[in-house]
């Protein structure tokens, strides 16, 4: 299980990004993360870019895929029925849920979702 953001678990470097000139504020070979936004994963995959996307739905999570981010990241409601989908069409991206706290891991691991990202990373 990925855990992303925990305070006991080394992690690499992630960044939230909200356009193409925040990329230059970032470290290199960090992760960028961001809301889905079509520009930003065209020009992460066109500069292979690690990115970690932010989706509201089925569709998104579709295209992030086919679009070469490492993560997707949703929210918890939804992250079944994506990961679902993921292990249906193997999906090269992980799946990840949001969490707030340590206490939700069990939840997650036990819905089978690939890991989980703590929602602080989520804030620019």
């Known amino acids: 299980m990925i855990l992303i953001g925990d305070n006991l678990i080394p992690h690499k ?54 679009l070469n981010s490492k993560y997707i990241i949703c929210d918890r409601k939804i992250a079944k029925n994506i990961q679902k989908i993921a292990e249906n069409y193997m999906f090269d991206s992980k799946i990840l849920a949001i969490i707030e706290s340590d206490d939700e891991i069990e939840k997650i691991a036990l819905s089978e979702i690939d890991g989980a990202i703590y929602s602080y990373l989520l804030n620019k």
């Open 13 to 66: 470097a992630c960044f939230f990004i909200d356009s193409i000139m925040d990329i230059e504020h970032t470290e290199p070979n960090s992760t960028l993360i961001f809301n889905y936004d079509e520009n930003l994963l065209l020009y992460c995959r066109k500069n292979h870019i690690s990115c970690a996307v932010v989706i509201s739905s089925i569709k998104e999570a579709i295209y992030c895929n086919a």
